[in-house]
């Protein structure tokens, strides 16, 4: 593939990505997320646990009278778990519901124009890329730009055992 | 036909000026022509091709609204309302004529000839023209070819109108059912007749409005005969009031076709049942070219039909009364003209219109009151009780601040806010609450045609219908209601030779009931009919393979039967009810409104259904307990008792499960760890135990410690979580925490699955009797 073809494709992939992302850190990478997705960000809470669910499933909050289930993206994305401390974060993102993912930490929000997203790279076959939105470009760093609504919605919260 | 929208314009206004040089205000027939007209003449007008100003179309569209008004009685200052009235529509003529005659550059067409200058443009000589009047055609000119129904054509600007449309349609058919039926009781009574009519005007008119011929047309052609009726000109029979069934029938299915249409306009049209033949009809009976199809053996008798009955004249003698009474003494009443003639005594006169007096009697307090409220969006009302929740435990976090217990005068302020914080909540969860009357009254509906298809004589009886519950619970218990009360005129109540034969009155009664009672929802339904009979029951039961024939039941366990799936007695399979799908789901449906249905029945006496359910299902009463580190909440309703074992009252079944026996019932131990794969084994003896009951089986909760009690408001979990089992939402608890709140079945179910191989296999131990007994009990009522 000549190079003029390659920048032809990621511009027309990912142009209309182009927007203000909000980013956080999880295991040291720096991931983002559409802020229009963001209904709000805030510090962890009580979680109660909720049986019968995936180990991703941390339970459920009480958002203001509404009960909302959160997620630990920690262990969704297959990465060790840490110790919840003073930084970790709770975002609650709508995806056609409110659901509470839990970050290490919020970052910043940038504007991050469509030409600065290059598509998901084609990683081997054990690293899944379909959360993968693109990759943003901000001055020399790489943000990892998230499709939530694939991370949240294509799983089901409770295990199938259950469902018996 | 060669007539165009202008020639119509002109004879219409012709007609309508004419008229409002005679029309006073007590000629409530003239004042109905006058709005039709003026209706037909904003559809008129409105036609393109009349190309008519719009001033006009507004002017008549406003003077059909003062119609409206004054034949309604709506209007305080009804006389000079009617004096401005009748000027502004002989200013009609002039803003018709002024516009028809300055820019038409047609050629004259000079074949209309109309009073007034009749220049009609070639364009307005449509070849379908005839169609746009044909919803308000005058009913006693039937058209040559009959009514055709046409398909619909819905402007997208107009569905928001459509919407509202729909909604009120509905609510105004519900009504009209009510009408008729109060109408049906007391024929005699012009102004049920009234209330009958209005309904069905105001949907005419907004269909006109929308252009929904259809249902236009229909309306109109009943009001037509409802008309008829309030005039005296027609006796509202049982066979009319059938028609006008019918008629409320095909408008349902019109309007939920209209309904469903909504949701994807595709700007396109409408298919619409065919209302033609009705059509047709209706104009057929009103123009007195068809006797209404009268039914026999109708459940309100009229008085001479009831003497009839009672062997007193015979119909002969009621005949000729009646034609006496339409020719010489109208005001007269069937009864007294029999009197007169001495056909029948006062006291059987008496007798026999006694119960259609006690049948109005109740009912004329409970009329209808049209009450104020507006209409608002039901997650409006959720996120308000939500907020309120919140601010509720808000206000519990401040008022147990430790800097609050300083300053009395902090503590006066804060308790206030709390009392005000309650008051509020309480108002918030009261908005969702409707009256149950609105349901009840479908059921007299019900009633009716059940009773008409099974040839019975079935009465309803309608208490506590202002009882108010949650919208929610309401729109939920309907469809148990409609199957019960089938079942009690279907089996319940016995045909009218059985009746006779077993020295009851030939009318068989259904009363249907709400009341409040300990913060729960009673809703009885009693019939006077056979009773269950648990011999009978048991029998069935063993025949179908449900229960073996070796088991005693008590009376209870043996009415409990009729729940068991593909459970019936009816000896034949009407169309109505016996099927045996039907109880079983009333049942589940009660149990998901988390509600108890009870029965009581005597043999020959009559059965009673005693529904019990929650005022709402927003909030239930639990027990808030702790598990581990998890608390969790039991709702009161399924909590038997709770206890703290001795060792002595454990038995361990092969060294994995529990049982505690308590007064000689032996009930299954669940560990919410184990059936919930978290950690902690709790020592039943160094903790409590719930016991609660779920579908007559009971199994003991193991819990660390009680809590306490509360009322929760439950949240959902969402449908993520939809498919938990043994959890039924979430409650935020005193510290804004979230509990879980445990739904008894599904935990139990979980269990058995956890569990069933071992509990087979112990039906071999020592306990082999007790357990034996168990399951089959559990074969009797799963």
Known sequence: MSHATQDLVSSNVCSELGGKYLTFMLDNEEYGLAILKVREIIGIMDITNVPQTPDFVEGVINLRGKVIPVIDLRTKFGLPRTEYNDQTCIIVVDVGMLVGIIVDTVREVHDIPGGDIEPAPQLGGSINTDFILGMGKVKDEVKILLDIDKVLVTDEFVQAAATL | ?782
């Not at chain 2, 929760?712 to 959890?727: A, D, N, P, Y």
Request: hydrophobic share 40%; charged share 20%.
């Open chain 2, 1 to 782: 036909m060669s007539s165009g929208p202008g020639e119509q314009i002109n004879a219409l206004l012709a007609q309508l000026q004419q008229a409002a040089a005679a029309v006073e205000l007590t000629d409530l027939p003239l004042l109905a022509k006058m709005h039709g007209w003026c209706e037909q003449l904003v559809d008129t007008t409105g036609d393109p091709a009349a190309s008519a100003p719009a001033e006009l179309r507004l002017e008549i569209t406003a003077a059909a609204k003062t119609l409206e008004q004054l034949i309604l009685g709506e209007i305080e200052n009804a006389q000079q309302e009617l004096n401005t009235l009748t000027t502004r529509i002989s200013a009609l003529d002039q803003l018709w004529a002024g516009i028809e005659n300055a820019p038409a550059p047609a050629a004259g067409n000079s074949e209309h000839s109309a009073p007034s200058a009749a220049a009609s443009t070639p364009e307005e000589i449509q070849p379908c023209a005839s169609s746009v009047a044909v919803p308000v055609v005058e009913a006693s000119e039937p058209l040559p070819g009959g009514y055709a129904s046409e398909p619909l054509l819905l402007a997208a600007s107009e569905l928001e109108y459509v919407k509202g449309f729909v909604d009120e349609a509905r609510e105004h058919l519900e009504a009209i059912e009510v009408a008729v039926l109060e109408v049906e009781r007391s024929p005699d009574h012009m102004d049920k007749v009234n209330d009958l009519f209005r309904p069905f005007h105001t949907i005419k008119g907004m269909a006109g409005f929308l252009n929904l011929r259809d249902i236009n047309c229909l309306t109109h052609e009943v009001e037509t005969l409802l008309d008829q009726g309030r005039k005296g000109q027609r006796q509202i029979t049982a066979g009319l009031i059938d028609l006008v069934f019918d008629v409320v029938d095909i408008l349902k299915v019109q309007i939920n076709e209209v309904a469903a249409y909504l949701p994807q306009p595709h700007g396109g049209v409408i298919a619409q049942p065919p209302v033609a033949k009705m059509i047709d009809k209706l104009r057929r009976v009103a123009a007195g070219e068809e006797a209404v199809s009268e039914r026999s053996g109708s459940p309100p008798l009229k008085t001479g039909e009831k003497l009839v009955a009672m062997g007193v004249t015979a119909p002969e003698v009621v005949d000729f009364a009646l034609e006496k009474q339409k020719t010489t003494t109208p005001e007269k009443k069937t009864g007294e003209i029999l009197m007169d003639l001495g056909a029948a005594t006062a006291r059987q006169v008496s007798q026999a219109t006694r119960p259609a007096a006690a049948e109005s009697a109740p009912k004329a307090g409970s009329s209808t009151v049209a009450d104020q409220s507006i209409r608002i969006d039901t997650l409006k009302l959720d996120s308000l009780v939500d907020l309120v929740g919140e601010l509720v435990v808000a206000q519990t976090l401040v008022a147990g601040h430790t800097l609050i217990g300083s300053d009395p005068k902090l503590i006066k302020d804060v308790s206030q806010v709390g009392k005000i914080v309650r008051d509020v909540q309480e108002m918030a969860m009261s908005m969702r609450m409707i009256p149950i009357g609105g349901t009840f009254q479908k059921m007299s509906r019900l009633v009716r045609d059940v009773s008409r298809k099974a040839d019975k004589q079935v009465e309803l009886i309608l208490a506590g219908e202002d009882t108010e519950l949650d919208k929610n619970v309401i729109q939920q218990i309907g469809d148990p209601l409609v199957h019960m009360i089938r079942n009690a005129v279907d089996h319940g109540i016995e045909g009218p030779e059985d009746r006779a034969a077993a020295g009851k009155e030939p009318v068989g009664r259904v009363y249907l009931s709400a009341r409040h009672q300990a913060g729960n929802i009673v809703i009885e339904i009693r019939d006077d009919g056979r009773g269950l009979n648990p011999q009978k029951l048991t029998a069935k039961a063993i025949e179908k393979g449900l229960i073996e024939p070796s088991q005693e039941l008590t009376d209870q366990q043996a009415y409990a039967l009729i729940f068991a799936p593909g459970f019936s007695t009816a000896q034949v399979i009407s169309d109505i009810s016996g099927r045996g799908v039907g109880m079983d789901v009333v049942r589940r449906n009660i149990q998901e409104l988390r509600g108890k249905i009870e029965i009581q029945s005597e043999i020959g006496v009559g059965t009673t259904f005693t529904i019990s359910l929650p005022l709402t299902l927003a909030i239930i009463d639990g027990m808030v307990v702790r598990a581990g580190e998890e608390r969790f909440i039991i709702p009161t309703i399924v909590i038997e008792q709770a206890l703290r074992p001795t060792p002595n009252m454990i038995t361990t079944v092969q060294q994995r499960g529990q049982m505690l026996s308590v007064r000689g019932r032996l009930i299954p131990l669940i560990q919410l760890g184990q059936v919930f794969d978290m950690d902690g084994y709790i020592n039943p003896c160094e903790a409590m135990v719930v016991i609660a009951i779920t579908e007559n089986r009971e199994v003991g909760i193991v819990v660390n410690e009680l809590i306490g009690q509360q009322q929760v408001v439950i949240k959902t979990l969402g449908e993520k979580f939809q498919h938990l089992r043994g959890v039924s939402g979430g409650a935020i608890l005193g510290d804004g925490r979230v509990g879980l709140i445990l739904e008894v079945s599904g935990l139990e179910n979980v269990f058995r699955s956890y569990y069933q191989p071992m509990l087979d296999h112990s039906g071999a131990t020592d306990h082999q009797g007790t357990l034996a007994s168990v399951s089959n009990y559990k074969a009797v009522l799963n």
